[in-house]
Structures are given as C-alpha cells and as structure tokens.
DNA sequence: ACTAGTGTATTAGCCTTCTATTACACTATA
DNA sequence: TATAGTGTAATAGAAGGCTAATACACTAGT
C-alpha cells in the first residue's frame, strides 16, 4: 500500500479501513486480519496498525476481543452513520477546495463532468 | 488561519500561496508581504514561512530578491500552468476517493448536485 | 554613513510519528 | 496442559516539523 507522506501513516490505515468496510469488503461481524499480518500486509509496525485499530475501537467501529482478534461492529446504525458521515466528508472537502478557487457551484458540475470525460479518454488510451 | 493538523503548516501554507496567486490576490510581479510579517499573520515561526517560500521560488512560482522581498513571477506561463496544475490535482483527488468507494464516475455528479442543493439551503438557514 | 526594512542561515530544544524489540495476557485446540 | 494464535503494553531511538533566538547579508532612503 502507498502512503501520503504528508499523513500520518496511522491515520490513512483508519481511512482505509472506513472504506473495507463501507465497500463492504469488510461486513459486519467480519473478523480482520491479524494485527501482525496487517502489519506485513501493509509493511508498517505493529504499533502503528494497533494505533489505527485503537483509534476504530473507540469510535465503535470495531469491537476488540482479546486473544480472538478485532471484529467489524454488528452494530448496522453506526455502519451507516460512518457511510453518509465520509461521503459527505469527501464531498465537503471538495466543495470548499474548488469555492476557495473562486468556483461557482454551478460551475463546479461543468469542471466535473469534464474532468470525467478527460478520464474516460484516458482508460481508453 | 487554520490549519489541519494532520498536515505539515508550511505545506499549507504553499497552498494558500498558490491560491492566493490563482485567484489573483496576488498579480505576477507583486510583492508578497516580509515574511516576518506574514509569520505575524499566519501566527506561525519565520522559519516556517521560509520553508514554504524556498519551495515557492524553486519551482519558479515566486522569485527572492534579497533586501527588496518576495516577489510572484512575471513568467505568466508559470502561472498559468500552476492554475491548471492546481485545479486539476482538486478533481482528480476527488475522483479518486469517490472511487475508491465505489461511485461510478455518473453518480459523482448527482452526488455532487445533491450535496450543493444542501449547501445551498444551508446557507439560506 | 547610518538606519530601517528586507531575505537568509544556524543552532538548540520540543513534540509527534514511526520503528524495533521485548514482554505480557488471553483464547482455542491438539 | 502445552502450544500456536491472537491482542496489548512499554521502552528506546531515529526522523521530521515547529518554535525561539540570534546573527548575518543586502537594499533603499535619509
């Protein structure tokens, strides 16, 4: 996995994990990986995965039992807030970076779209 | 200002600085303020301001005149360029979170449209 | 020439993040 | 009951970023 050396490593690994889950890679009840194969996996320490994971646990995203591993909440309504709660959070970041640019809402949906477009070409090339 | 503190201030600070320029608070071949000045401003130490400024003027946004100030360039194709650069790296990294979550490039923009509709109505509030 | 205003450089110290290492605590199962 | 698999805790050290303080170098105007 890549990191942002800009960010904390700890602090993507939550971020990653916010998306398993809200892409349903990760269901609830699932159990993740281990702590020492997440630390292989994403060629980080251990602590810093236990930092992250620490982080999830008191936000109720994951529930820790010790000796068995960490498990996904079975709690859906906490799943849910999390899903609306970083889109939204994507979308706002993005809202105000392009409002900070001078850009009109209106006109933010035509730069979009383009941008889309320009992608498009692109996978096909 | 505020800064988020998952990401390093003189970082921040080359962003505002590119913004400032893009939506042209600052015209090529003004002068920036001292920089004891702006570290007053931004409440941060000079040594970060300068940080963020040799960057500025190794990629030729801006141009150190010892004694006199900083100085934006008058070279507009930089500028220009810079504009492009900035507005672009905003979508794609918005494209790319969305993404990674599993919106399809068509419902970034109903998404987007939605969560404007709610800026808007919040605004009104 | 002096002085005020400017950029630049250096040092020391603090804090956070990350790593490496070791140890401990609990669970399941052979 | 031993052992393998798991989470948790604690320490020490390296690296980066920020601050504070001081000093130096150049420019412009008096």
């Not at 994971?53 to 807030?81: C, M, P, Q, Y």
Request: net charge negative; glycine share 4%; hydrophobic share 40%.
């Amino acid at each position: 996995m890549e990191f942002d050396d800009k960010i904390p490593i700890y602090y993507q690994i939550k971020q990653y994990i916010y998306q398993e889950i809200i892409v349903n890679h990760l269901a609830p009840g699932d159990k993740l990986p281990a702590v020492r194969q997440l630390a292989l996996t994403l060629t980080v320490n251990v602590n810093t995965i236990q930092r992250a994971l620490s982080e999830l646990i008191n936000e109720g995203i994951l529930e820790s039992k010790r000796g068995r591993g960490n498990f996904v909440t079975t709690d859906v309504a906490t799943l849910t807030d999390l899903k609306h709660r970083v889109v939204e959070e994507q979308l706002a970041l993005m809202y105000d970076r392009l409002a900070d640019l001078q850009i009109a809402p209106e006109d933010m949906v035509a730069y979009l779209t383009d941008y889309i477009a320009k992608r498009k070409e692109q996978a096909q090339a």
